[in-house]
């Protein structure tokens, strides 16, 4: 059977009881921490100017824009809160092929309130969203220079949104081929708006082919022939797309994002983080800071970021911020700080080897970081997975604390609280759409 087929297959037929309970749990952690990233995704400087375009083209008001004062059609709900999610550089990713909940989510709470969906059916259209985007997209396209959270991002937002919709078997096909025909993203729009724009526009895009595909509207259903023109000169092996489909859910590849910059950064300050933390490290004592990483990590050789986006991109200045502060905090990310003579020294002090040799995706090989200071004492630490990934699970005491640190002073504490707690219980929810009153309100 076509991969197309086997996917809608399982899309129409998979309902939220057939769905593992940890599964469920985990999708609701995700759903947590995208909402968190879209509420301070909302308060950047990057979103700004995202704001003014959304506000001329708001449409009917049919739903609330998450963590803004005002409401628009649902699809410049879904296209801003597809911005604000990234803009926070707070999404969640599965590795080595980075997709994310955050084009899933940005779609489905706005779905949520539109439809006025249950707390079952919201938790059911974003596992499904997830699950098929991270199988479709189980293969990086980070050779060929392809952002693969964007690209294959769009199917999620199609398939959540699909299930949503209650498609049928043909419409969740066309649904899938339609989006597949939006597919965009490159690694060269790093540590600028426009990577933030990409996410945007997969969650509006996805949500448009499956209203498409709904009207009628077909799309191309040979998948086969899309990936193989895709990976061409790769080895690859398209039945482990669906292979245990249903039983061994891809959801649980994700890795929790817990630093409001670059993921390819992540395994490097959890390193220099515990080094610190154990050494009790004086950064005036620092010499030099030496780290290995892989040919796309090496994306974020930064020496002299020029913005704040770049900097949110650059290892040198992420690094000179978990030596100089207290911890890591959106505040590091300043023009301030960029100009600041004490963070100048300390990138100067960082040093990127970038091993050509290591495979072309992200967060590739075993990270590498060596410590010198001055008196010539060494620390070093390897890391394969950033904390937070599936060999290090976070607890849900640590999803609540960072969905509370990122949240603080955007919303009242009374409406965090209960916010993260209906989150967390969206199950016993009969309308999702009344979490964002919480945010909103």
């Avoid at 080595?96 to 079952?120: K, M, Y």
């Avoid at 965009?184 to 448009?208: K, M, P, Q, V, W």
């Avoid at 994002?257 to 950064?265: I, S």
């Amino acid at each position: 059977m076509a991969i197309a087929d086997v996917i809608s297959k399982f899309i129409l037929e998979t309902n939220y009881e057939d769905i593992p309970a940890k599964t469920i749990e985990f999708t609701k952690e995700l759903a947590l921490k995208t909402m968190a990233g879209m509420i301070a995704g909302s308060k950047t400087e990057s979103t700004k100017k995202i704001i003014e375009y959304a506000k001329m083209n708001l449409g009917a008001p049919e739903v609330g824009v998450i963590g803004c004062d005002f409401k628009s059609s649902l699809e410049t709900a879904i296209f801003v809160n597809g911005y604000t999610s990234h803009a926070a550089e707070l999404e969640d990713d599965q590795f080595p092929s980075a997709t994310s909940d955050i084009t899933v989510f940005p779609v489905t709470f706005a779905l949520a309130e539109r439809l006025h969906l249950t707390g079952e059916q919201f938790l059911e259209a974003s596992a499904l969203g997830l699950e098929v985007m991270n199988r479709l997209g189980m293969y990086s396209l980070t050779p060929i220079g392809v952002t693969d959270l964007p690209f294959y991002g769009v199917i999620g937002a199609a398939v959540a949104t699909a299930k949503a919709l209650s498609l049928d078997h043909e419409q969740i096909k066309s649904a899938i081929g339609i989006a597949i025909g939006r597919a965009g993203g490159y690694i060269s729009n790093f540590g600028t708006d426009a990577h933030y724009l990409e996410s945007a526009i997969a969650c509006r895009d996805g949500y448009l082919a499956a209203v498409f595909a709904k009207n009628g509207m077909t799309g191309g259903t040979n998948i086969e022939q899309w990936l193989t023109n895709l990976l061409q000169g790769r080895d690859y092996d398209l039945s482990q797309i669906t292979n245990g489909l249903g039983e061994t859910w891809f959801i649980h590849n994700i890795w929790i994002k817990k630093y409001p910059c670059c993921f390819l950064t992540h395994r490097q300050i959890d390193m220099l983080r515990q080094i610190k933390k154990e050494k009790n490290i004086d950064p005036k004592d620092v010499d030099l800071i030496q780290l290995e990483v892989g040919p796309i990590d090496g994306t974020c050789d930064r020496p002299n970021p020029v913005d704040i986006e770049d900097s949110r991109f650059s290892l040198q200045h992420i690094l000179s911020g978990v030596l100089l502060e207290e911890d890591m905090h959106y505040g590091i990310f300043s023009e301030a700080k960029i100009a600041d003579e004490r963070y100048q020294q300390m990138r100067s002090r960082v040093k990127v080897k970038i091993n050509e040799d290591w495979p072309r995706e992200f967060n590739s090989g075993i990270a590498h970081l060596t410590l010198t200071l001055k008196n010539g004492e060494q620390h070093e630490m390897r890391l394969k997975q950033a904390f937070g990934g599936p060999e290090s699970p976070l607890k849900r005491e640590e999803h609540i604390d960072i969905f509370k640190l990122y949240t603080a002073g955007k919303l009242p504490d009374e409406n965090i609280r209960d916010l993260y707690e209906s989150i967390l219980s969206l199950e016993n929810l009969s309308d999702v759409g009344r979490v964002i009153d919480f945010v909103n309100n």
